[in-house]
Each structure stands twice: as structure tokens, then as C-alpha cells.
């Protein structure tokens, strides 16, 4: 912990280092009085959380595991664009401390350029003026270590030995600058350039998508933009528009 503070030169208020817990997403939600620009890294975990309450397993040691808390300025509505920033921010990271090239698949999961195959996700979750962000890497991860077929790690994507500390510092850094950027414009995500990063990361835009939202409603049609809010717009075969939000889907594929 002493060498990623000492590397982050003092920009992020509170770093932890844990050998394990159950889910760094859940104790910074828990620590009410966590100060905003908190870290909590974890060597493993017992009850890593996914998105909608899939699991996230990861073996000690071969991936990163962490999560942020900050206590964002910006407009409650401007919010849904953090996970996005997270994803714009891990692709730029991997890609100068890794070599890799990566894309995001709306709204942020990171995914391999060369296959397409998914290297990190992304937990954001609200808790009153608080935001913690999760992030899970998958580093040194093995093929026969990865729970699905369709992950993989930034090893198999050709990176060799990643020094986990340094990829950790790159993204953090770059993390806090994008996050004051935003901030600093009130969350307008055109404003600040994030948009910009966004729609040259994001491989799903333009695609032809079959979104299955978790009421059950299926969308088919081209993703064509993201809004203010980080929500994606797709424009139906009908000619009309749908507005998506990250909570409301449960499978999005390109068709
Ligand atoms: C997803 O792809 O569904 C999101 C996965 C997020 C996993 C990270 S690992 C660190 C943090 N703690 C958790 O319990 N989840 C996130």
C-alpha cells in the first residue's frame, strides 16, 4: 500500500490495501464516512459482485480487484456517465501500461480488440451523495482460471508479465484527472471531451444490436449515440428511437 500511495502522490485521499474481503464494491458502500477519492484494493475476493447480481470470480493474485468511492459535484441526472468515464479511463490504462488495445461495449464492459472476448467489468453503485465504482481485471488470469469462454486477461491478449502495481497507478491517475475534468463542467460529458473518448472507444456504436431490457421488452435496431446521461439511443427498424439505460438492460449482442 505504502509504494501505490507513494506512486500516487498523494491525489487520492484514502488507499487500503486488503489481502481479502468479501466484495470491495459492498465495504465502501458500507463506510458512510469513506472520504471522496477513496481506494480499496483487494488481493481476493469472496463475494466479488458482477452486474445484476451476477457473481465475479477472479483468482488471488491474477487479476485486479478494487474499487473507488467519490462524492461527485456534478448533477445526480449526469451520473450514469461514471461508468462509462471508468471504461474510457481502463482502456486508456491498459493500453499505455499493458500494450493491449481494448474496446468498451456499452455501457462498460471492457472488451479485447483482437477477439472480442471481455477483460473487465464494471460495478457502479449508488449510495446517498456517494458513488463506488468496482473494477475487475483480469491480469495474469489462465484460460483454465476463467469462469466463461467468452473472458479473457490482458496475458492472453499477449501483454506478458503486467506489474499489477503500475497498470493500478496508471489507471487511477488517469481516473482522477478525467474525474475532475467532469466534474468541473458539472458533468457535462461533451463539455470535458468524455463524450468524444466515449464514441471512439465504444464498439457498439453504430451496430446493429437486440437488446433484451430486464422487463422483458426485446429492442432491435442500430445503436446510434449515448445521451447526457450516458443512456444509449438506438434507432429501431421502425424508424424510431429508444433510449436505454445501463439498469434497464439484461443481454444486449450485436446482431
Ligand atoms: C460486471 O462485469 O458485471 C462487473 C464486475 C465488477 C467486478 C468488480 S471486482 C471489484 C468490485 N467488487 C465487487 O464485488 N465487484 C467489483
Known sequence: ADELRAALGGRWARVQVVEQTGSTNADLLADTGAPDRSVLVAEAQQAGRGRLDR??????????TFSVLVRPAAPIATWGWLPLLTGVTL?????EAAGVEVSVK???????AADGRKLAGILAQTSGEAVVIGIGLNVSTSDEELPVETATSLALC?????????????ILNRLDAR???????GGDAEACGLAAAYREACST??????????????IEGVARDVDS??????????????????????????I
Do not use: K
Not at 457473481?55 to 485486479?64: I, R, V
Not at 444490436?209 to 426485446?218: F, I, K, M, S
Open 55 to 64: 457473481g465475479w470470480t477472479s483468482p488471488p493474485g491474477a487479476g485486479l
Open 91 to 95: 482502456r486508456e490504462a491498459v493500453s
Open 106 to 112: 456499452w455501457p462498460n464492459d471492457l472488451l479485447a
Open 158 to 170: 499477449g501483454a506478458g508479465e503486467v506489474d499489477r502495481t503500475r497498470l493500478l497507478v496508471a
Open 179 to 185: 474525474l475532475a475534468q467532469w466534474d468541473d463542467v
Open 205 to 218: 456504436l453504430r451496430l446493429r444490436v437486440a437488446v433484451t431490457a430486464l422487463d422483458g421488452r426485446r
Open 229 to 254: 446521461a450516458g443512456r444509449l439511443l438506438v434507432t429501431t427498424l421502425d424508424g424510431g428511437e429508444s433510449v436505454i439505460g445501463a439498469g434497464d438492460v439484461e443481454h444486449l449482442r450485436p
